[in-house]
């Protein structure tokens, strides 16, 4: 934590409190399953910011990747790109699969406490998931106590098109931060 003190005009003193120590959330990296694309969710009990995200790719190589988020649930909402959705994309150099491929999208995500968010990620290769067993959507979750995972489908190219797979859980690792609060003294 960095403590700082000052006079905030009539106010009183306050400390702003940050949180430097990145964490992680890890779903599973089992594969067992390959398609184009994979959807989820992420709530937050706190207010955090995504700065790292890490996927399981089936191949090695260069890749294109998109990752598309929106406020609430993916579900539903899937092939509608007039849903709120917001585009961010890169361009990656895999290290193969049954591990994390780190994937810089340039952008951190903030979510607020209490939000969620849905997500799509869609490359221009295969991104591993792991099948769910059951017919009822969101049957798999991780959580760290402050990130959750909910299970999503499996996607078709092109983005916002096909018919998704539901009951897919996103071989992910998620690295966020806490975000930076001003407390009273």
């Known amino acids: 934590h960095i403590l700082v003190h000052g006079f905030l005009s009539s106010i009183g003193h306050f400390v702003l409190s940050v949180s430097g120590v990145g964490r992680t959330l890890v779903t599973t990296f089992d594969g067992g399953n390959q398609y184009s694309g994979v959807s989820f969710d992420l709530a937050s ?29 993916n579900e539903g909402f899937l092939n509608d790109p ?19 491929t780190v994937v810089d999208f340039e952008e951190n995500i903030q979510i607020q ?7 799509i990620y869609m490359t221009s290769t295969s991104v591993a998931y792991t099948n769910v067993g059951g017919s009822v959507p969101k049957t798999n979750t991780s959580s760290d106590g402050i990130l959750t995972f909910e299970a999503g ?10 018919i998704p797979i539901g009951n897919r859980v996103a071989n992910i690792q998620v690295t966020y931060h806490l975000c930076p ?5």
């Open 45 to 73: 009990t706190e207010c955090i910011t995504i700065k790292e995200w890490a996927f399981n790719m089936k191949e090695s190589g260069s890749f294109s990747a998109e990752l598309w988020y929106r406020s609430g649930t």
């Open 82 to 100: 007039s849903a709120g959705w917001v585009q961010l994309g890169t361009t990656a150099s895999l290290t193969g699969p049954g591990g994390p």
């Open 113 to 119: 406490a209490g939000e969620s968010f849905g997500f």
């Open 153 to 162: 489908s499996g996607l078709p190219r092109p983005i916002f098109g096909g």
């Open 181 to 185: 609060s001003l407390q009273p003294e």
